[in-house]
């Protein structure tokens, strides 16, 4: 084959990965067009009252904890809340567990709508690791697309403070 006919073949090829990474960029540029997001911060105290529920017949003998959960939160967000939560706890040890679910309505900087809140926890020796996150995608009316996280204290005489971090579409 002569130099000629091998460059005829081969040019193309050298420029086609070129085309391609640039139709590909393009194309990933305008798929990528997620709405802009706005972050905030938000606390403020919360009020709530459990109240111990009956386990399943499955779960009867497992020493889980089962109870209902109502919560009216104050300051920017202004909701109240209803859910179920799921605990199993050694207080010789201060250690323990619990998933919980919860629906939060209300209002959020002043936008009204719902969202649900999934909760797993564990404290090892004394020490808490929490994670209350909004599940995606239950936002609803204003909150349509609300993501974050939330972190709960608990003061010495017992008074409940939330610390929610969270981002909602422009």
Same mark, same amino acid.
């Given at each position: 084959?002569? /130099?000629?006919?091998?460059?005829?073949?081969?040019?193309? +090829?050298?420029?086609?990965? &070129?085309?391609?990474? /640039?139709?590909?960029?393009?194309?990933?540029? #305008?798929?990528?067009?997620?709405?802009?997001?706005?972050?905030?911060?938000?606390?403020?105290?919360?009020?709530?009252?459990? /109240?111990? !529920?009956?386990?399943?017949?499955?779960?009867?003998?497992?020493? %889980?904890?089962?109870?209902?959960?109502?919560?009216?939160?104050?300051?920017?967000?202004? &909701?109240?809340?209803?859910?179920?939560? %799921?605990?199993? @706890?050694?207080?010789?040890?201060?250690? #323990?567990?619990?998933? /919980?679910?919860?629906?939060?309505? @209300?209002?959020?900087?002043?936008? #009204?709508?719902?969202?649900?809140? !999934?909760?797993?926890?564990?404290?090892?020796?004394?020490?808490?690791?929490?994670?209350?996150?909004?599940?995606?995608?239950? @936002?609803?009316? $204003? +909150?349509? @697309?609300?993501?974050?996280?939330?972190?709960?204290?608990? #003061?010495?005489?017992? $008074?409940?403070?939330?610390?929610?971090?969270?981002?909602?579409?422009?």
């Amino acid at each position: 084959m002569s /130099a000629a006919t091998h460059d005829a073949i081969m040019r193309p +090829l050298h420029l086609f990965p &070129a085309a391609a990474l /640039a139709l590909a960029c393009a194309a990933a540029t #305008a798929f990528d067009k997620e709405p802009s997001m706005s972050s905030h911060t938000v606390t403020g105290p919360f009020d709530v009252k459990v /109240a111990p !529920q009956p386990l399943s017949a499955v779960a009867g003998g497992s020493g %889980l904890g089962r109870m209902s959960l109502d919560k009216r939160f104050h300051g920017a967000l202004d &909701a109240a809340s209803t859910g179920e939560m %799921l605990s199993f @706890g050694n207080p010789a040890s201060g250690s #323990a567990g619990y998933v /919980a679910m919860e629906t939060v309505h @209300g209002t959020l900087d002043g936008r #009204a709508g719902s969202f649900a809140l !999934q909760h797993s926890s564990t404290m090892a020796g004394g020490v808490p690791t929490q994670s209350i996150t909004v599940v995606p995608g239950s @936002g609803t009316g $204003a +909150l349509a @697309g609300l993501a974050g996280r939330m972190v709960v204290e608990v #003061a010495p005489g017992g $008074a409940h403070a939330y610390h929610f971090e969270y981002s909602l579409p422009d």
